[in-house]
């Protein structure tokens, strides 16, 4: 069996279109839009080492949830993270966030509630977790064409299976956090100082 070297740049490219062709549609059906900020990524940043994918979508009480993808050059993880908001005054729609930057709601305190599917949900230490070391959305090595179809195959299915149950991560989500309030523009809203 002859080795084969896999450049960084193919693997990113597997773990892309992964989260390309089989991810987004499952997140669509589920609602999730891509996110309407002005400043929101949904592809390449102006780093070439690194996609980032903002999706989001806005629940009957006016909550704003956000999946967040991230997928490097420099590991072999898709990083899905969650979090969630209630805009105040209510949004009627997400797209009334357009005209708005999204960067309040990516830095602390807002980014401090922010999860990672992979790690922040399990119980204890993540090193000591087996799912952690066995579901974790990781693009395991391979030597070969034939291990990188099989490599490609687990991953893709470990990735639809979890995003599938997105909901369960958000309810575990809101077992632990009460979102945040914030007005359009990410700052947090404080109802005893309006404006």
């Excluded at 070297?5 to 597997?14: G, Q």
């Excluded at 209510?90 to 930057?101: A, G, N, Q, R, T």
């Excluded at 399990?122 to 066995?134: E, H, N, Q, V």
Aim: aromatic share 16%.
């Amino acid at each position: 069996m002859t080795h084969k070297r896999f450049s960084e740049k193919e693997i990113l490219k597997i773990r892309n279109d992964i989260f390309i062709q089989d991810v987004v549609p499952i997140l669509e059906k589920k609602g999730f839009v891509k996110s309407p900020f002005k400043t929101a990524c949904f592809g390449r940043t102006s780093n070439n080492n690194i996609f980032i994918y903002e999706m989001c979508r806005l629940r009957k009480d006016s909550r704003l949830e956000f999946v967040i993808t991230k997928i490097s050059r420099y590991d072999r993880y898709i990083k899905i993270y969650i979090n969630a908001f209630k805009p105040y005054p209510p949004i009627k729609s997400v797209y009334s966030l357009k005209d708005y930057d999204s960067t309040n709601y990516e830095i602390l305190p807002n980014s401090g509630r922010e999860m990672w599917i992979d790690v922040d949900f399990i119980a204890g230490p993540p090193l000591f977790s087996k799912d952690f070391w066995f579901n974790c959305l990781k693009l395991k090595k391979f030597h070969t064409d034939k291990g990188r179809i099989k490599r490609t195959t687990e991953l893709k299915n470990r990735a639809t299976a979890k995003v599938n149950k997105i909901e369960s991560f958000f309810d575990k989500w809101y077992s632990k956090y009460c979102p945040y309030v914030t007005k359009w523009n990410g700052d947090l809203y404080d109802k005893n100082r309006q404006g």
